[in-house]
């Protein structure tokens, strides 16, 4: 669920229509403005918003502004609003991200920001930032975002906070960097001149100089406490008594003066400004809806009240929204609860009714909460509850369901069962099968029509049989799922979810058409709910099985069509929108096309980054490595896998991601001659050639297959590579029957080739029938860089099928892809003389490593032999191994080769 965008929030103050002029402050700020930050620091009364409001409104720049109360706690909430605020004057400016904060599992606030900053970076205008009203807040990582945000602030951006007491922001190191304005209270206290202004013109008494004078002492130059002796004093013959009796603390002074204020009015207005003190922002018929049987209308009243300068802040230009000075309601709320204490749960209940009528819901439920009407608000929550799940905002469903007292969510077993669902997605997993336990041990005390208990139920199972998914257990997840459908009516809004169950057990049960039948079934069971972002996901699944199948072009079409899912009216497209760009790039840059593919991957890696999502964000970076070594970009390749791989730490991953992420371990480390990190992993993998296969881990024994060929390849001696291809060989002959048993095409050809090259390093005579198979295979879909990516080895048996005429339009053309890579060049990656380069197919050893090492210092065959400790004629032999690896001539070469793949 979106965030509810408060327009008022948003809105520039108007300054008052009588307002004393304060230049000297305002060329304080002007000044400012080459600084990073103002700050207006001074308790309450002080004027600091109707200080900004008056200098924007005559800086010369534009000005977005934000009124920060206690909900903006939230990072969510905060950066959203911010979002909002800047798009007031630049509205183009954080579509993406404001969308990105409405995914089940927002990216991290510097994630967002980095984006946002980026984003204004682009804005060529200065212009002003207010964060007004900051005290209101109490919340780590706002204040972290914001210090982010200074930071990181450019140039033609200002920020101006407003606050009664100082931020938790490091302000001693700004005001050390210069980067710091400040306006505290002795700036904001009015002078004599000023009081005098402030006291005759604008609130109209006739007071003498030495009445001024005394009340401007007494005050300390306190603007609100100017304007409520003013208004006590409105009608008093007697001034000067009452300005002599003016004493005590301003604590004492502000509750003696508000208690005169509200004494001076009719009893209808101290019930309208009471009954309304609980509400954050008022409008008229707001206003109405909680105060009953009003002597005028909720908006006559409000309007009455802005002329009188009763403490009310006018939100807009037209009349609308208003809000009280914070201190003044305070005060409100405070006699409120003295006088009808048990009033006030009404009024907020009055209140949730109103906003529920016009579908505002974190509003409703907010004052739903604050009536303590527990069996209220727990109804209120459940009716919404179905609307909150299908538009995925199960962050804030989780946290209200935290709230509610356990008594009144056991007679409610759809609550439990919200519960479980939000828990799936933000923890703590473990504890998911205790609340839909609890769901069903609610039922008997429901009094829940039959055919409900059973929808509720296909709920539990659905839950259920994701929970099996997410450890594995595919007979479970089967089971559930299977009941689940049973248990569902037709057209119910979570039999797309099952089906995305189902997609993922027939996927570990190796049945590609079942699978894909599943995932397809979840597409038009989200778009008949009008929940169209919710078909992207199972339409990228359909797309995965198509290219598991071989067919390529439909895979694209499929992507295609989850971009269209993924893009609102407008154009305007959240961050789900990554996945289904990640998926089609990383069919282009199998069908060879680099430049589509490179648009496609960056643009949905960006998007995958703003979402979040572990999963998803993994397996967008497993592409984006495919993509950098088929560039031979190998150091960027690397910092992917690194950043790819912490990720994976961190949270549990989907299997078929794991496996990808596996794939490009496994030739970034050959790539980086790092044999003995590949041997580690296949230690610590659990992989053997005879342990069981893995459907839902996708056959991942084939990354075990390819460091068996490079043990081979890198054996130091021929008993050890005739061991190592024989595994490999026995492995493979084990997989491909498995592969096409599933109709996994693509992992076929994986396979095929595998056998290949293992057959050409084992010269068996086997090599070209394997390729044979695997070209006919790959050649009605297209696949390219399965054959490029497999470098000079697979050239060579290309090289041999193409001399015998093997399927020659499709061989010739894997040949010329060969032929590009090798002119392929320029800064961002390395151009080399032979195909593939960039890939070390047969890595360096412990020892040539040492040795090139030895040689890059300058030093001879001796004095390398003598560090060492090695004869002569064994360095020469340990560099013709080096120079055959390289594919160089000559030392000199053998060096800058080294050098240009990060070996030294």
């Known amino acids: 669920m979106s965030i509810q965008i408060l327009a008022t929030k948003l809105y520039v103050p108007r300054p008052p229509p009588k307002v004393v002029l304060r230049p000297h402050l305002i060329e304080l700020l002007n000044n400012g403005l080459h600084r990073k930050l103002t700050l207006i620091s001074a308790p ?115 920020l101006v906070i407003a606050s009664r007491e100082d931020p938790s922001l490091p302000l001693a190191r700004l005001r050390v960097r210069n980067q710091l304005t400040e306006l505290r209270a002795g700036d904001l ?49 007697d001034a000067s008594s009452f300005i002599q009796s003016f004493t005590g603390s301003n604590r004492f002074v502000l509750d ?12 209808s207005i101290q019930r309208f400004l009471m009954n309304t003190s609980i509400l954050e922002r008022l409008s008229g018929p707001l206003c109405d809806a909680v105060n009953p049987n009003p002597c005028a209308s909720g908006q006559s009243t409000l309007e009455n009240l802005e002329r009188a300068n009763l403490f009310l802040v006018a939100l807009d230009n037209e009349r609308r929204w208003y809000r009280y000075h914070h201190l003044f309601a305070e005060l409100l709320r405070h006699r409120l609860e003295q006088t009808s204490p048990t009033l006030v749960s009404k009024l907020h209940l009055q209140a949730s009714i109103w906003f529920e009528n016009e579908n505002l819901i974190e509003e409703a439920v907010s004052h739903a909460f604050a009536s303590l009407d527990w069996d209220y608000t727990a ?95 595919i007979p479970r997840v089967l089971a559930m799922a299977k009941a689940a459908m049973q248990q569902l009516p037709e057209g119910d809004y979570m039999r797309r979810w099952t089906a995305m169950a189902l997609g993922g057990a027939y996927w570990g049960e190796g049945n590609v058409i079942a699978t894909q039948q ?72 199998e069908k060879n ?18 979402l979040g999502h572990p999963d998803l964000l993994v397996d967008a970076y497993a592409m984006l490595i495919r993509f950098q070594l088929a560039q031979n970009n190998w150091r960027d390749a690397d910092a992917s896998f690194q950043r790819a791989e912490e990720l994976a730490r961190k949270m549990p ?32 993998s659990g992989l053997t050639v005879d342990s069981e296969l893995s459907y839902h881990y996708d056959l991942h024994h084939i990354n075990l297959a390819r460091v068996l060929l490079a043990r081979a390849r890198n054996a130091s001696s021929s008993a050890d590579k005739t061991d190592n291809l024989s595994q490999a060989s026995t492995l493979l002959a084990r997989l491909l029957p498995a592969a096409q048993k599933a109709g996994w095409v693509y992992e076929a ?104 090492r030895l040689m890059a210092q300058g030093l001879s065959n001796r004095e390398i032999g003598q560090r060492a400790f090695l004869a002569l004629d064994t360095i020469k032999g340990h560099n013709s191994r080096i120079f055959g690896k390289l594919q160089v001539q000559r030392r000199t070469e053998a060096i800058a080769r080294a050098r240009e793949l990060g070996l030294l």
């Open 749 to 852: 050809i994986k396979i095929l080739i595998l056998q290949a090259l293992v057959s050409a390093e084992s010269k068996d005579g086997k090599a070209i029938d394997s390729l044979r198979s695997a070209l006919e295979l790959a050649e009605t879909g297209g696949f390219i860089r399965i054959f490029v990516d497999e470098g000079p080895p697979m050239a060579r048996l290309l090289s041999e099928a193409a001399a015998r005429r093997m399927m020659p339009d499709y061989v010739g053309k894997l040949l010329a892809a060969f032929e590009a890579d090798t002119h392929r060049g320029g800064e961002k990656h390395a151009a080399f003389t032979n195909p593939s380069a960039g890939v070390l197919i047969e890595p360096l050893s412990q020892r040539e490593l040492e040795i090139l």
């Open 189 to 237: 206290r009015f002078t004599p001149a000023e009081a005098s202004e402030f006291l005759n013109r604008v609130m109209g008494l006739n007071l003498s100089i030495e009445n001024i004078q005394a009340l401007e002492t007494r005050t300390e130059g306190w603007i609100a406490g100017l304007q409520l002796a003013a208004l006590s004093m409105q009608g008093r013959t």
């Open 44 to 158: 309450a009364g002080f004027g600091k918003t109707t200080l900004v409001s008056e200098w924007v409104s005559g800086c010369g720049r534009p000005v977005a502004w934000l009124s920060l109360d206690a909900r903006d706690n939230d990072p969510i909430s905060f950066l959203s609003y911010l979002i909002a605020a800047l798009q007031t004057i630049f509205p183009k400016i954080g579509g993406q991200s404001l969308v990105a904060l409405q995914a089940p599992q927002p990216p991290s606030i510097e994630s967002i920001l980095t984006t946002l900053l980026n984003e204004i970076t682009s804005v060529e205008d200065r212009f002003v930032l207010v964060f007004d009203d900051y005290y209101l807040l109490d919340s780590k990582p706002v204040d972290e975002a914001t210090n982010f945000l200074i930071e990181h602030l450019p140039a033609h951006m200002h």
């Open 518 to 589: 599943a995932f397809q079934a979840a597409i038009p069971m989200a778009l008949d709910h009008n929940f169209p972002l919710l078909a992207v996901s199972p339409a990228c699944y359909v797309g995965m099985q198509l290219v598991k199948q071989g067919k390529l072009g439909e895979a694209i079409r499929v992507y295609h069509e989850g971009i269209e899912y993924a893009t609102l009216d407008g154009g305007q497209q959240p961050p789900i929108a990554g996945f289904p760009k990640v998926k089609l790039g990383d069919v282009l840059r």
């Open 653 to 684: 991953t989907d299997p078929f991601v794991c496996c990808e992420l596996d794939d490009c371990r496994v030739r970034l480390k050959l790539v980086q001659s790092r044999l003995d990190d590949l041997n580690r992993w296949a230690e610590s």
């Open 379 to 473: 109804d209120l929550i459940q009716r919404f509850a179905q609307r909150v799940h299908g538009q995925t905002n199960l962050v804030i469903l989780g946290r209200w369901l935290e709230t509610l007292p356990e008594p009144v969510m056991k007679v409610r077993p759809w609550l439990y069962v919200y519960q479980a669902l939000a828990w799936h997605w933000i923890g703590p997993r473990e504890r998911i099968e205790e609340r839909l336990l609890l769901a069903e041990q609610a039922l008997p005390k429901s009094n829940m029509l039959e055919a409900e208990a059973t929808r509720l139920a296909g709920y539990i199972s659905t839950i259920r049989a994701h929970y099996a998914l997410t450890f594995g257990d």
């Open 593 to 610: 096309d680099l430049a589509g593919a490179e648009h496609w991957l960056l643009q949905g890696l960006e998007q995958c980054l703003q």
């Open 256 to 267: 003696y003066l508000l208690e005169e204020v509200l004494q001076k009015q009719s009893e």
